[in-house]
């Protein structure tokens, strides 16, 4: 099979490029880089490669893209001048993405270089497949930095091919669009470029599939935008056809593929699931066409999955994936790839110091209290009369619980025309006593806003308060159901004695001379009495028990 035959591998690598660092809790770590060559060499793969070390980039060769001043600024800047030589970060390092950190010029060098290195070897046939991981760097503007990226070493390397191959194809898989090497050659046909990139508010924003190119270079830029979450078999689905179908209409004379990490899933700024398998065949696919390839590096932001993949990827491109193990090799860095408790402990070990802080609740012996039905506890059975006297508080609570039943009743339902003459007393009460609630509910002074917290963006933003937690009080504060509590206020279960309101105490009154309303009362006593059976041997034909199905 094409893909298991033997190609010439060439690797480049600097032993200095793991001694950078973009400052403490910058997520891009030049580390990870080391990381995936020890690995590489773990695995024993660097016999089977040609392993070189490239002469470092100069500034006439950076020029080739970058402007001259940009170029002379990064030999120069520091992060003591850092401030002076931007313009007060409005220049060349705009944001804090790109911090200008000890040995810049000579981190960008390293790897411009090998992406330069790697793109002679190609051109001059001298291998089939080069390897830099260091490169792939695919933000980085003519006269700018961007998304970490401060030499373009992707737009470098694809000069140097231009120098003998007429037709470059460009393929990008890191989870951000590639949109300095579009814009790099937007209008030209001699580059064809292709990103599978996440795209929506995401940086960098751009790479929609209306992005095409310009002039001749009309058609020339392809962009596939894709959602969070794409797994392993729609990410194929897409790449594939896609890729094959630009293969057989451009027939590229080389291929460079920037392999970014971050599409990964568990990426630190990455949303894609693709696992090791999945970003990998990517390499697969493109090694069995045999055509002259170059691997990049890119982002990838949780080192121990950046060292595995790039290491898993070197070893397709020898075509030996099938015969490495999965069990990683003892390597310098083989603590950095197994699991991490230490923030969970500290997270366990807080939790529980305050929780003892806490006192504890004293132990209260249970007993078994005497039960009684429903309908007995609410006043609602009659003919079974226990002998005890009630006082006058049960009493007033049974007749307030009765009305509340029948005030739910009428809302059910409309009452009929030979009913309305003999409701229109208790009508009457009604509508007084729900204008006296609407009254008091226009009383209350709540505020007009709440502050709630996005899951999705982690932003706060204001809502309605009427919508919000406390709307279902309705602002009633003669039953404690007014405006939220407030910070520091004292929680009152009673506000005073039992304040019985003559409109809804004329109400009830009124209901219960009706002789309807008391049947009603016996048929639901009886109900509850029975747990809810109804015998409907009581009704007559007219009646049909409709009174409980209200």
Known sequence: MASKSKRKVDYFHDPDVGAYTYGLGHPMKPHRIQVAHE??????????????????????????????????????????????????????????????????????????????????????????????????????????????????????????????????????????????????????NRVMTCSFHKFGEYFPGTGTQEDRGRGKGKGYAVNIPLKDGITDESYQSVFEPVVSKILEVYKPSAVILQCGADSLSGDKLGCFNLTMYGHSHCVQFLRQQNVPLILLGGGGYTVKNVGRVWAFETACALGIEDEIDTNLP?????????????????????????????????????????????????????????????????????????????????????????????????????????????SSRRRVNRPTTKKRMSLLTGEYFEVDAENGFYSHCNGLPDYGLGAPPQKHAKRRFFQGNANWEEDVESGIAARMVNGDFARQREVLGDLVERSGRVDFSRFGEEDDGDVLMR
């Open 39 to 188: 690995l590489v060499t773990a695995y024993d793969m660097l016999p089977k490669m040609q392993v070189l070390k490239a002469k470092r980039a100069s500034a006439v060769e950076m020029t080739r893209f970058h402007t001259d001043e940009y170029v002379h600024f990064l030999h120069r800047v520091t992060p003591e001048t850092a401030e002076e030589l931007t313009y007060g970060g409005t220049r060349f390092l705009v944001g804090e993405d790109n911090p200008a950190f000890e040995g810049l010029s000579e981190f960008c060098s390293i790897s411009a270089g090998g992406s330069i290195g790697a793109a002679q070897r190609i051109a001059a046939g001298s291998s089939d497949i080069a390897i830099n991981w260091a490169g792939g760097l695919h933000h980085a503007k003519k006269r700018e930095a961007s998304g970490f990226c401060y030499i373009n070493d992707i737009v470098l390397a694809i000069l140097e091919l231009l120098r003998i191959y007429p037709r470059v194809l460009y393929i990008d898989i890191d989870c951000h669009h590639g949109d300095g090497v579009e814009e790099a050659f937007y209008t030209t």
């Open 330 to 438: 003892w390597n310098p860095y083989f603590e950095w790839f197994g699991p991490r408790t230490g923030s969970l402990d500290k997270v366990r070990i807080t939790a529980l110091e305050q929780l003892r802080e806490l006192i504890p609740a004293p132990s209260v012996q249970m007993h078994d209290a005497p039960r009684e039905p429903l309908g007995k506890h609410l006043g609602f059975t009659y003919g079974k009369d226990d002998g005890k006297s009630r006082d006058e508080l049960d009493s007033r609570l049974a007749q307030h619980a009765r009305y509340i039943y029948t005030l739910q009743e009428h809302t059910a339902e409309a009452p009929s025309s030979e009913d309305s003459a003999d409701e229109s007393s208790g009508s009457e009460a009604d509508d007084a006593w729900h204008q006296r609630r609407a």
